[in-house]
C-alpha cells in the first residue's frame, strides 16, 4: 500500500518553520543570527538541509518538481550525488516526520565530533571514490583515502580513522558486504548478427540433415525406421568449460538499491576443459581409450 504524500497546505507551513530553525533573524528582523558554536549537531544539520531542499522542491511554484512528492525526494538526493531509491525513501521519511509531527533526524553516531561524514563536502568526494572502485570496494581503501595527505588537508582531517571505523562508514552509506545481484547472463550470444545466423542459417541447416540421422529417445533407446537415401549423419556436440581465478569472489560492498545487471564470465587468469560427445559413441576417445577431453 502506497503512503499518501503530504498536501502543499500542510508541506509550506513546515518549510517556513524549518528554515526558522535552520536560520534563525535576528531580533531586529535584519539579517540571520551567527553562532560561534552551532547549536544543532554537525549531523542534524547536513540532514536538515537536504530536508529544507527537499520541502522548497516540493512546495516552490517555479520548482520542477513542485507538488511531486517523489521526484522533489530524488532531485534531493541528486544534490548530495546520490540515485539510490534507499536514500530518496529517507529523504521522505524524514519529511513526513517533520510535517505530521515536527521530529528532526537523530545522530545515530552519539557525539558526532568521532565521526568525518557530517561534512558534506567530504562526504560527495567519498562516494565519488567509491563509485571509481566499483566492485572493488573495501574498507581498507576508504581508509587509506581517508588518510591520504591531500584529501586531510583539504577537508581539515586530522587523524586517521581505523578499517572498522571505515567499515561503519560504508554501511552509514548505505553499503552492505553483500553478494552481488546478478542479472541475466550476459556473453555475446544475443548479438542481433548472432541470432540471425543461429535462426536463419545454422539451425534451418541441422534440420535439413534430421531425416538422415537417428534420434534417441529416453533410456538410450533408438528410434526405428528407415532413413533417408544418403550417408547417415553422426552429430558430434561440443561441451565446453571454463573455471576462472575469482569465480568464487562473489562478495563485495554493494549499495543496498543498486540495480541488478547483465553479469559475465568470471574475471582472471582462465583454465577451459573441452570434449566432444555424440549420442551413438558417447564421448571422443582416441584409438587406445584416452579421452579426448583437454
Known amino acids: ?21 535552520l536560520f534563525p533573524r535576528r531580533q531586529t528582523g535584519n539579517g540571520y543570527k551567527h553562532f560561534s558554536k552551532d547549536p544543532l549537531d554537525p549531523y542534524v544539520r547536513s540532514h536538515l538541509n537536504i530536508l529544507y531542499t527537499f520541502l522548497n522542491l516540493y512546495t516552490d511554484a517555479d520548482s520542477p518538481a513542485f507538488c511531486e512528492w ?20 529517507k529523504i521522505r521519511r524524514m519529511g513526513r516526520a517533520w510535517i505530521c509531527e515536527g521530529e528532526i533526524p537523530e545522530n545515530p553516531f552519539g557525539d558526532w565530533n568521532e565521526s568525518l561524514l557530517a561534512d558534506e563536502a567530504l562526504l560527495s568526494d567519498v562516494q565519488l571514490f567509491l563509485q571509481s572502485l566499483g566492485n572493488q570496494i573495501t574498507a581498507e ?13 583539504r577537508h581539515g582531517i586530522k587523524k586517521q580513522i581505523s578499517v572498522r571505523t571505515a567499515r561503519r562508514y560504508l554501511r552509514f552509506m548505505d553499503y552492505r558486504f553483500a ?41 538410450g533407446i533408438r528410434e526405428t525406421g528407415p532413413l533417408a537415401p ?19 569472489r562473489r562478495k563485495f560492498w554493494w ?14 587468469q582462465s583454465f577451459m576443459i573441452a570434449d566432444y560427445v555424440s549420442a551413438e559413441f558417447g564421448w571422443l576417445r582416441a584409438r587406445d581409450g584416452r579421452s579426448a577431453r583437454r
Open 1 to 21: 500500500m502506497q503512503c499518501q504524500a503530504p498536501t502543499i497546505f500542510d508541506a509550506i507551513p513546515a518549510t517556513k518553520k524549518l528554515k526558522e530553525l
Open 70 to 89: 517523489g521526484r522533489a525526494s530524488a532531485l534531493a538526493a541528486l544534490t548530495i550525488g546520490t540515485k539510490t531509491l534507499h536514500y530518496d525513501r
Open 141 to 153: 581503501k576508504l581508509a587509506a583515502f581517508l588518510a591520504d595527505p591531500e584529501v586531510m588537508v
Open 179 to 219: 553478494y552481488e545481484k546478478e542479472g541475466q547472463y550476459a556473453d555475446g550470444h544475443e548479438r542481433p548478427d548472432v541470432t540471425a545466423y543461429r535462426d536463419k542459417v545454422f539451425i534451418p541447416w541441422l534440420h535439413s540433415l534430421v531425416p538422415r540421422m537417428h534420434l534417441w529417445v529416453r533410456n
Open 230 to 248: 544418403g550417408k547417415q549423419i553422426i552429430v558430434w556436440y561440443h561441451d565446453e568449460s571454463i573455471f576462472y581465478a575469482n569465480d568464487r
Open 255 to 268: 549499495q543496498v538499491d543498486a540495480a541488478a545487471k547483465p553479469y559475465q564470465k568470471g574475471e582472471g
